[in-house]
């Protein structure tokens, strides 16, 4: 079984770790691309001298590698950003499922009352009016166990299904930011001018790295971006809970079913109303006997 909490408080240390390692990730990409430049105009480190008549067309990629560099940190920027955005609200299906866990509890709660409840069963002790009365109101009272266990149970699992839906899109955000950094470090790592092809080996390596970090860009947004958009899903779940919360079968006015007191009246006229006036014998409709 799925350890929906612990999954998720996994996937939020990877999205901030990564998150951070991206922030550190433009100045790697300034300094490679510094590299690359001075590769583009030396012909590589053996110290060849640029030949003047090709002087354009060096500056030229110069100029296209400074721009790629540009490319890519604007890519990193956006990714790092939304990440930063997102980051104060990453706890919240974590708080789902704390919630979810305290309506099981007060369900188990409920199971504990109900087993009491079955143990203090008099309906058999007596018979008459009051007799009758008190089985009524058990009777009630009965029935609106398993109906608030029915409830708490509901609530828990639209609570849940949230957290899972959103355990989904963090493991694939996690994933996703985590090979951003590796794909970024990897490429910045290689500066040895044999990993180029000259003369055009540099730019074609800055250009592979615009493509890799703004596909990433893109996807890393959309994830965000669904994550967002799940808040449609967590309204759904809000929606389910609420229309449970408004009307219950076997909970009256939404309210636990009242003693006898809050049935019939207060105080001693409204014990008479509900049960009579326990007299055994006196002639009116609450005369009693034991059950033999």
Known sequence: MTDTRGELEKQIAAIRSSENAIGNLPQKVQDWHGDLVKIIRTGGYSGAVVNPANALTVEAQVDLAWGNR??????????????????????????????????????????????????????????????????????????????????????????????????????????????LVEKVTSFCAKMASSFFNLPFGPLTASTDLVTVVQASNTFILGITSSVATSAQANLKAANSIASDLKVQQDIPDNHWPPGVVASYGSGAEGLRVALGDASVNDGDKSDWSHEA
């Open 70 to 179: 540009d490319k890519i940190n604007t890519a990193l920027g956006e990714t790092g950003q939304k990440l930063a955005e997102m980051n104060p609200g990453l706890e919240i299906p974590v708080t789902f499922m704390d919630f979810a866990y305290q309506w099981r509890m007060i369900r188990n709660d409920i199971y504990a009352a109900r087993t009491s409840f079955g143990e203090t069963d008099l309906i058999g002790e007596w018979t008459g009016d009051a007799a009758t009365r008190y089985r009524e109101l058990r009777i009630r009272q009965d029935k609106a166990f398993p109906a608030m266990s029915s409830l708490c149970e509901n609530i828990a699992v639209n609570l849940e299904s949230v957290a899972a839906a959103e355990l989904t899109l963090y493991t694939t955000l996690a994933t996703q930011a985590q090979q």
